[in-house]
């Protein structure tokens, strides 16, 4: 391996290039607000801070996903309940106002409730039937969310829940310009630092994770699960770990959603949302971090800039409006999805295993390559 | 009893277009042993190609009969061809690929559909024009409308013809034999790409006559129609047993069944608290009780499980 990438074995040996390179990437996270703030306005700062939310969300289902290997298609789900219930606890809805402290973490352990809930039943089906039962899922608590207005009127139906208290801490809310030792913050700026701290640590539990005794077992799971379990690995406990752990950093993820937008409706969690972050994580890269967080930068930021773009260009070009700008991004989308796994099935940017499996190499070969 | 007479009758015809629907996931999956998530997209173009013909034809003085069927015919056409292409862009090149692939592709290939659909025909419902006839029937007290009696035996024929065609033909056992093993069938002289390209024609014109049943049925064709229905035609195909030609008939009825009756009675069964909007869940909770206790359908044979 080393001697197949030297540039890359060279660079990993060379821990001070490595801290150059993350003081640099840490100013240039810090200063991107800014950056983008003055440059190109606040919508544009608005977009970045949901890239945060969705690379959220694309590390919490890359673990199901990705190390797993699990095809979840309802994931967009237990979003929806983490931003539910900050939604009810913190809105004039029921008259609730709980800190947010409190509703954060109750979020992320309703959110894993419903996942060990998703995942009992489905423990024994495999690939595309799983995708089913968990688009299937996924439909059935838009549905509830859709019609819970009546006879009882718990999520205000359709029409969503407005009003939500936008997050706070104490007396310090993220919703106006925070003063600071003489430096203003606008509110913009705070989430983006709130959700990207929030990110760097989803981003290092993942880490962790993926190099713990549990991250590869589910690996091991992946990839064969039969021969996972002649090894002594609990599959059922791991893969309802798994499902655990993705749906609760959905649900975190749901919360800050709730709380930065202030308004939550069922439409925000429909099927194309669970598409969407699925295709975060094939298209970057499923089961490698950095190409999962790739996959959800671009995926939030490229469909904008085609939002923006598709109408005046057309414009320019023809005189007026000929195609849908708003089809015509989903089409784009679906032809990326298809030509991306049949010419990069391993995504954008993959895992070295991921990478020689979808090749068809064995990876005992490249071991013997190395003696 | 006239309501349960009359969602029985409902059920029927909701249960044979699923029935229809759910022979092209079945036959599909029977021979390459994958879920075609793009099927109901297919129902989507047929109805919307249909509703399209019927409309443009539709004051020319031509009789109502010829008028659907050229609808029926131009629709067919189309969706053989999506099917066709499905088959060669996005499924042929991963055969041998992970299976989550084609699944992915797949989901590519809905996506791609549904908005296409969209730029052609645009967001909005359309109207079925109003050239059927409307005389209805009594029976025990429901009523039921030439058009909904012409949809059943029409799909009992399309049934019974495909039934003929897969143990009665030359064609039809080179298909069995594909899809008992594909290479030992390859062996045996059948040229399996061109069974598995034909098996996805006949699924994509049964999806094509569905989709012009749907929208007379309805009287609305739109563009996103397809996700639904194809996923409740899918549960029909696991409920009757995933592969199983009659247990795809058979789950398309007893699914139609389930929801009409159902809807009718979940407000009375639930004291009023859940409504008949939650027709949508029965079908999902159909699909998760039959996957979790008996996965293999009701008359499916049992798969065991691939390492």
Same mark, same amino acid.
């Given at each position: ?180 030792? #003489? ?6 700026? $705070?989430?983006?630092? =709130?959700?990207? *701290? +929030? !990110? &760097?640590?989803? /981003? ?114 023809? #005189? ?6 708003? $089809?015509?991004?989903? =089409?784009?989308? *679906? +032809? !990326? &999805?298809?030509? /991306? ?31 | ?307």
């Amino acid at each position: 391996m080393m001697a197949q990438l030297p540039g890359l074995g060279q660079f990993r040996r060379d821990k001070s290039a490595a801290v150059i390179a993350s003081i640099v990437m840490g100013i240039v996270l810090a200063a991107l607000p800014f950056l983008i703030g003055s440059g190109l306005g606040n919508s544009w700062l608005r977009i970045v801070d949901f890239a945060m939310l969705y690379i959220m969300l694309a590390l919490g289902l890359n673990i199901v996903v990705g190390f797993a290997g699990l095809l979840d298609l309802g994931y967009i789900a237990f979003y929806a309940v983490g931003a539910y219930l900050y939604a009810l606890l913190a809105s004039p809805q029921f008259g609730l106002h709980y800190p947010v402290w409190l509703i954060i973490p109750a979020g992320a352990a309703l959110a894993g409730f419903f996942g060990a809930l998703l995942g009992a039943p489905t423990l024994r089906l495999r690939g595309d039937y799983l995708a089913i039962v968990t688009l299937g899922f996924g439909e059935i608590v838009r549905i509830f969310l859709n019609n819970l207005n009546a006879p009882i009127n718990i999520t205000n139906g359709p029409q969503g829940i407005s009003g939500i208290d936008p997050l706070h801490f104490g007396g310090v809310t993220l919703a106006k310009p925070i003063s600071f030792l #003489g430096f203003t913050i606008p509110s913009l700026h $705070a989430y983006y630092y =709130l959700f990207l *701290g +929030l !990110a &760097l640590f989803i /981003v290092f539990v993942t880490i962790r994770l993926e190099n713990s005794r549990i991250g590869r077992a589910w690996v091991a799971i992946r990839e064969d699960e039969i021969a996972a379990k002649a090894c002594g690995i609990n599959t059922r406990n791991i893969k309802l770990l798994a499902f655990t752990m993705g749906a609760s950093f959905g649900g975190v993820a749901g919360g800050l959603f709730a709380g930065f937008q202030g308004f939550v409706s069922p439409e925000s969690f429909n099927l194309m949302e669970s598409i969407m972050v699925l295709c975060m994580v094939v298209l970057g890269g499923m089961g490698n971090i950095p190409g999962v967080i790739l996959g959800g930068v671009m995926l939030t930021i490229l469909p904008e800039i085609f939002r923006h773009g598709a109408g005046p260009v057309q414009l320019a070009l023809f #005189g007026k409006i000929l195609l849908d700008p708003e $089809a015509l991004r989903m =089409l784009l989308f *679906g +032809l !990326a &999805l298809i030509v /991306v796994m049949l010419y990069r099935p391993a995504g954008l940017w993959p895992s070295t295993t991921r990478r020689r499996e979808f090749k068809g190499e064995s990876t005992t070969d490249v071991l013997k390559e190395g003696e | 009893m006239d309501i349960f007479i009359q969602q029985i009758i409902n059920g029927l015809i909701l249960g044979s277009i699923y029935a229809l629907v759910a022979l092209g996931y079945t036959m599909v999956y029977g021979i390459m042993g994958l879920i075609n998530f793009a099927h109901g997209e297919v129902v989507m173009i047929g109805a919307m190609v249909a509703l399209s013909v019927i409309k443009l034809l539709e004051n020319s003085g031509l009789p109502v009969f010829l008028l659907l069927l050229f609808g029926l015919a131009a629709a067919a056409l189309v969706c053989m061809a999506v099917g066709f292409t499905i088959e060669r862009i996005a499924y042929r090149p991963l055969r041998r690929a992970p299976r989550l692939a084609p699944l992915i592709t797949a989901i590519g290939v809905s996506i791609v559909l549904q908005n296409l659909a969209m730029l052609i025909w645009g967001r909005n419902y359309h109207a079925f024009p109003p050239i059927l006839p409307t005389t209805s029937m009594t029976i025990f007290g429901a009523t039921i409308t030439s058009l909904q009696v012409a949809i059943v035996l029409i799909a009992a024929l399309m049934m019974i013809g495909l039934m003929i065609l897969i143990n009665r033909t030359r064609l039809g056992r080179a298909m069995r034999a594909t899809s008992e093993n594909p290479s030992i069938a390859q062996l045996m002289g059948v040229n399996i790409n061109q069974i598995i390209s034909f098996t996805f024609v006949i699924g994509s014109a049964l999806a094509a006559v569905a989709g012009l049943m749907v929208s007379a049925n309805y009287s609305i064709a739109h563009y996103y129609m397809g996700f639904m229905l194809g996923l409740k035609a899918f549960t029909a195909a696991v409920l009757g047993g995933i592969g199983n030609i009659a247990g795809a008939m058979l789950g398309g009825i007893l699914l139609g069944l389930i929801e009409s009756l159902g809807a009718g009675y979940i407000g009375d069964l639930t004291g009023g608290f859940l409504g008949s909007h939650y027709q949508d869940i029965f079908a999902f909770f159909v699909l998760i009780g039959v996957l979790v206790f008996r996965p293999s359908g009701l008359i499916g044979e049992k798969v065991s499980e691939r390492a």
